[in-house]
């Protein structure tokens, strides 16, 4: 499962930037409601966060630390990462 994530992490992440970007335009253009600009900083928020940890997985980052500490930072990134998620989407 590790290999899977060191490998397509960041392209789930892309994917998911760019379902949010097209939702919001499709909603923006043809629906002609009110945009949700929200959903696009969602988006790219579980992009930046994807890509950080395949990094990070394939030793681009925090070469030097233990995998205890790179974890540790992994579930970091995840916490603050769900935190700035619950605040974008709180009315």
Known sequence: MKELFKKYLGLVGFV??????????????ILKTSPNGNL?????????????????????????YSEKVKNGIIVFI?????????LSIKP
Do not use: S
């Open 40 to 64: 696009i900083m969602i988006g790219f928020l579980i992009m930046i966060t994807a890509q950080t940890i395949q990094g990070i997985l394939n030793e681009k980052y925090f070469t030097k």
């Open 78 to 86: 995840i916490t603050i990462t769900i935190g700035v998620f619950y």
């Open 16 to 29: 998911t930037f760019m379902a949010c970007a097209i939702i919001v335009a499709l909603d923006e253009f």
